[in-house]
T-cell receptor
Framework: DGGITQSPKYLFRKEGQNVTLSCEQN?????MYWYRQDPGQGLRLIYY???????QKGDIAEGYSVSREKKESFPLTVTSAQKNPTAFYLC?????????????FGPGTRLTVL | RKEVEQDPGPFNVPEGATVAFNCTYS??????FFWYRQDCRKEPKLLMS???SGNEDGRFTAQLNRASQYISLLIRDSKLSDSATYLC????????????FGKGTRLSVIA
């Protein structure tokens, strides 16, 4: 089945530890995105990548890092520099630019920092 | 700042009611428009695209008014399963730049 997978679904970490969230897609989508959602809030863009080996900062990139070494994978590292890392993290990918540009989301990772 | 604005609700409606959500967007050059649905503690899922001429998918009707920079979603004959948050989403260009998401309107359909 084609889709976007994120792992793990739930993640607990101690304050001060870096943690990497996985996002994989087998949809052959060029672009991938990371969002953060806090309770009762909208989606906020962390980073996005339009092509392999390239990525851009979103609105709230501080304290996060990404890599895009393969088309299928766009992992997000939440570093100890991120002040309030507890949140719901959503990865998305979008169809090629020739389309309307809809994004499709993975099931998300709920990160709790203790 | 380019934004998409929505009434956060909640809209509490009885089963069978018709309910309408609106949103406005600030970038007049926006090219594509969507409604997404997000259930509690789940990922957003594409509900429908919005076309200039308006479009319908079953009980759902979406309309776009480019002159007023206004998008609407109408849900007829509401079901309990329609309870969710509805996100108004705009694409500002033809490339792979990120979509701009509204914060969502919460709908509760009550038996």
């Amino acid at each position: 089945d084609g889709g976007i997978t994120q792992s793990p679904k739930y993640l607990f970490r101690k304050e001060g530890q870096n943690v990497t969230l996985s996002c994989e897609q087998n949809l052959n989508h060029d672009a991938m995105y990371w969002y953060r959602q806090d309770p009762g809030q909208g989606l906020r863009l962390i980073y996005y990548s339009q092509i392999v080996n390239d990525f851009q900062k979103g609105d709230i990139a501080e304290g996060y890092s990404v890599s895009r070494e393969k088309k299928e994978s766009f992992p997000l590292t939440v570093t100890s520099a991120q002040k309030n890392p507890t949140a719901f993290y959503l990865c998305a990918s979008s169809i090629p630019a020739s389309g309307k540009g809809e994004q499709f989301f993975g099931p998300g990772t709920r990160l709790t920092v203790l | 700042r380019k934004e998409v604005e929505q009434d956060p609700g909640p809209f509490n409606v009885p089963e069978g009611a018709t309910v309408a959500f609106n949103c406005t967007y600030s970038n007049s050059a926006s090219q594509s428009f969507f409604w997404y649905r997000q259930d509690c503690r789940k990922e957003p899922k594409l509900l429908m695209s919005v076309y200039s001429s308006g479009n319908e998918d079953g009980r759902f009707t979406a309309q776009l008014n480019r002159a007023s920079q206004y998008i609407s979603l109408l849900i007829r004959d509401s079901k309990l399963s329609d309870s969710a948050t509805y996100l108004c989403v705009v694409k500002e260009d033809s490339g792979n730049t990120p979509l701009v998401f509204g914060k969502g309107t919460r709908l509760s359909v009550i038996a």
